[in-house]
């Protein structure tokens, strides 16, 4: 089966972020929004997709020159959707490619491979004609309400887009349409009959609305299982960066003092000079526990380490055969498998790392950084740390978080959970960092604080500048909270609820702050906007030809 993703659209309602990117490209959890569902068809179990169609359209060569012609195992392919006349006119510009079956998913989604296959599982089973994905939401009038035949039915009788809710519209359902689809050929006529009565723009709903009255009981929608997320408004896309960090999934780091039989002397020699595995030996490094078993190789060796079900051994399997019992103790009753990672770059002394920290080649952790990735229970968190970055000393990181590649953070900086920084970022001295997304090449210069807010790329904020994420109207005060009224946020030509009652600033690619300059909630600042030292920015700036 082929693959396509929607990309082509101008997403003004995302701007200033997409301004100078198409919406896919927007990076959320330290990846852009579309390399998350590639990966996700790349994982699936149900369908091997082997060629993935891109439909592009504005700022096409963002996303040409980040994915080139091939991910993983997937071949890509580039339509270029010339006229950008809704999502049905996307899909009619394959016609002449795609096979006899095809998936489609909407380029502001972000969805899991687990959802692709509850999506592709549940069309074989009712061998449909067309399927959509559906899901529940709180507030429908953003999406295409879904009418089925009957409650707890499968069978597609009517799409209504972005209705307005009434309260006594009982009629109402917030069953919406997911916007992940699978066609066959059949599609292309109903999108050739629907664009004789439409005007501009036609979409895909009103395709499926064709379809139903031709493909009688042939068209079906399932709530699937496994993640999805819609970024159609700027704030949307912190909650998806919460999610995905929370995550991430790699190979942790431990020390020597955390394996079992680490009195042995000959495990320890085979370990070190055969295999390549590295400890720290002066930082505190703390253990964790997995669910699954690892193996590590190099050249023709591999290790796997496991624990019995009984926690009575532990068996250190090598390649050849050879294996090695371990000393343990008994702690829970929990199967404890240790998992290794090679030491790609450097900690020094006295460096404190806990929880799931990857440290990527060439990275150095300085003294006295100080890396905590649990929660309040002390359990685990993901916090990735990319190649060639140096954390200076002083600077303290909290999990979940996401670090690029060739990033400087520090010295004594604060980096607060569920932030992500793209590759050559630099936060600078004193700085505080909570709950945003950084882009690439972006510097925040000394004693800067930025929360809850999303930064284009190449940003140069000068020192002392301040991105405020709270309303002072209407605080209320508690012993260990602050809270205030939902932040506002100009969307287009309206201000809209952003429903978060914590949200910074939006800056798109390449803007500029003198120092000192303090930048209040929700406010939008376009591409290339310079701003002089000491300004006080309450109001959204536009920058020359940018259309609202």
């Known amino acids: 089966m082929d693959a396509v993703i929607l990309a082509a659209g101008k997403s003004r309602k995302l701007r200033p972020l997409t301004s100078t990117r198409p919406k896919p490209m927007i990076m959320v959890g330290g990846k852009p929004m579309i390399y998350w569902d590639l990966e996700a068809l790349f994982k699936s179990s149900s369908e091997k997709f082997e060629r993935v169609f891109i439909v592009v359209g504005f700022k096409q060569e963002k996303i040409r020159e980040y994915l080139g012609n091939k991910?993983?195992?997937?071949?890509?392919?580039?339509?270029?959707?010339?006229?950008?006349?809704?999502?049905?006119?996307?899909?009619?510009?394959?016609?002449?490619?795609?096979?006899?079956?095809?998936?489609?998913?909407?380029?502001?989604?972000?969805?899991?491979?687990?959802?692709?296959?509850?999506?592709?599982?549940?069309?074989?089973?009712?061998?449909?004609?067309?399927?959509?994905?559906?899901?529940?939401?709180?507030?429908?009038?953003?999406?295409?309400?879904?009418?089925?035949?009957?409650?707890?039915?499968?069978?597609?009788?009517?799409?209504?887009?972005?209705?307005?809710?009434?309260?006594?519209?009982?009629s109402t359902s917030y069953l919406v349409n997911a916007g992940v689809y699978i066609f066959n050929k059949n599609i292309f006529d109903a999108i050739r009959r629907i664009r004789k009565a439409e005007s501009v723009e036609y979409d895909i709903p009103k395709a499926i609305n064709d379809l139903t009255k031709v493909q009688i009981n042939l068209v079906h929608g399932f709530e699937c299982d496994g993640m999805w997320m819609s970024i159609r408004r700027p704030w949307d896309l912190l909650d998806a960066n919460e999610i995905l960090l929370k995550n991430m999934k790699f190979l942790y780091l431990f020390s020597w003092d955390n394996i079992p039989g680490k009195d042995d002397g000959k495990l320890r020699k085979f370990l070190e000079e055969d295999v390549g595995l590295e400890w720290a030996e002066n930082a505190e490094i703390h253990k964790s526990n997995a669910d699954t078993t690892i193996n590590i190789s190099k050249d023709e060796n591999s290790v796997e380490i496991m624990m019995d079900a009984k926690k009575e051994k532990a068996t250190l399997k090598i390649s050849g055969g050879r294996t090695h019992d371990l000393k343990v103790k008994k702690e829970d009753d929990k199967l404890n498998l240790y998992k290794f990672h090679k030491l790609k770059g450097k900690i020094e002394d006295y460096a404190v790392i806990k929880g799931d920290v990857y440290i990527g080649e060439n990275t150095v952790i300085k003294s006295g950084a100080y890396i905590e990735s649990v929660d309040e229970k002390g359990k685990p968190l993901p916090c990735y740390i990319g190649s060639n970055t140096e954390v200076r000393p002083g600077t303290h990181i909290k999990g979940p978080c996401y670090i690029g590649d060739n990033c400087i953070i520090g010295p004594n900086c604060f980096i607060r959970p569920h932030t992500s920084l793209g590759d050559w970022v630099h936060i600078g001295n004193a700085v505080d960092l909570k709950n945003s997304i950084v882009m690439s090449n972006t510097l925040i210069c000394h004693l800067g604080y930025v929360a809850d807010s999303i930064i284009g790329e190449g940003c140069n904020l000068d020192a002392g500048t301040k991105i405020q994420n709270l309303e002072f109207e209407n605080l209320k005060i508690s012993k260990f909270s602050v809270i205030g009224d939902n932040i506002r946020v100009k969307v287009m030509h309206e201000f809209v609820n952003s429903g978060r009652s914590k949200f910074g600033a939006i800056l798109g690619d390449e803007v500029k702050t003198g120092i000192n300059v303090s930048i209040m909630p929700g406010v939008s600042i376009y591409p290339e906007a310079w701003i002089e030292a000491g300004s006080v920015v309450r109001n959204p700036i536009y920058t020359e030809g940018e259309e609202i």
Request: aromatic share 6%; no cysteine; net charge negative.
């Open 71 to 170: 991910f993983m195992d997937i071949e890509i392919e580039y339509i270029e959707q010339k006229q950008l006349l809704g999502t049905a006119h996307a899909v009619s510009v394959l016609e002449d490619k795609v096979g006899d079956e095809f998936l489609v998913i909407n380029g502001d989604l972000i969805v899991s491979w687990g959802f692709i296959d509850d999506l592709v599982n549940n069309h074989r089973d009712h061998n449909s004609s067309a399927t959509l994905s559906l899901r529940h939401v709180e507030n429908p009038s953003e999406f295409g309400v879904v009418e089925l035949n009957r409650e707890g039915g499968h069978i597609i009788k009517n799409i209504r887009e972005k209705p307005k809710i009434e309260t006594s519209d009982n």
